[in-house]
């Protein structure tokens, strides 16, 4: 069974750079799509944007010019970087697997736990 | 504001079914079969209840389905439990310049 660990920093300052990582344990990490997802505090989910193992990435039109997504295929792990942050960047971030459970497109069908990530001077 | 348009909330006593709906456009609901739906528990992870318009994963209870027509997609739930008040969220594939757009999600509260 896929399972996901994500980490990095929690409390950013505003212009900042957030980073976080997603490990992927216990499945095939090449063949997939590999998301970031977040949910600001009180509002919907939003998805940032995804990556397949060869790098290939696809992002939100509306965070695309601050995001990066990273892959490194050897750990079976994906980062994303978001820089430039500001109050509005302050969410639960979660990384999720593309239908590697379910073999299906667009289906987030396996989630990381979750990383408050906070932005404040 | 959210590219999917979902009611902010539904209400059902036990036992009982709701439905939740979810308008998009012909760019996205309309115009793929890549819908799915959440249930996100608050301070959990969304656990994902469809896929691809009406599909369930292993595990989801049949008495959560989904369906669509035209630009609108639905979630129904049957036979209503306690443990099924929580934030329901669809999404769907938006093409290859928007990718993936959210609702703004559902609050089901079973009364």
């Known amino acids: 069974q896929v399972q996901l660990q994500q980490w990095g920093a929690g409390l950013l300052k505003p212009s900042e750079t957030l980073s976080l990582t997603c490990a992927v344990y216990?499945?095939?990490?090449?063949?997939?799509?590999w998301s970031w997802i977040r949910q600001p505090p009180g509002k919907g989910l939003e998805w940032i944007g995804e990556?397949?193992?060869?790098?290939?990435?696809n992002y939100n039109p509306s965070l695309k010019s601050r995001v990066t997504i990273s892959v490194d295929r050897f750990k079976n792990q994906f980062s994303l970087k978001l820089s430039s942050v500001t109050a509005a960047d302050t969410a639960v971030y979660y990384c999720?697997?593309?239908?590697?459970?379910?073999?299906?497109?667009?289906?987030?069908?396996?989630w990381g736990e979750g990383t408050m990530v906070t932005v404040s001077s | 504001q959210s590219a999917l348009t979902q009611p902010p909330s539904a209400s059902g006593s036990p036992g009982q079914s709701v439905t939740i709906s979810c308008t998009g456009t012909?760019?996205?609901?309309?115009?793929?079969?890549?819908v799915s739906w959440y249930q996100h528990h608050p301070g959990k992870a969304p656990k994902l209840m469809i896929y691809?318009?009406?599909k369930r994963p292993s595990g989801v209870p049949d008495r959560f389905s989904g369906s669509k027509s035209g630009n609108t997609a639905s979630l129904t739930v049957s036979g209503l439990q306690a443990e099924d008040e929580a934030d329901y969220y669809c999404?769907?594939?938006?093409?290859?310049?928007?990718?993936?757009?959210f609702g703004g999600g559902t609050k089901l509260t079973v009364l």
């Open positions: 999404t769907s594939y938006a093409g290859t310049n928007t990718h993936v757009v």
């Open positions: 990556i397949n193992h060869s790098g290939s990435t």
């Open positions: 691809e318009v009406s």
């Open positions: 012909s760019s996205d609901v309309g115009g793929y079969n890549y």
């Open positions: 216990g499945g095939s990490f090449s063949g997939y799509y």
């Open positions: 999720a697997s593309n239908g590697i459970a379910v073999a299906a497109w667009y289906a987030f069908d396996i």
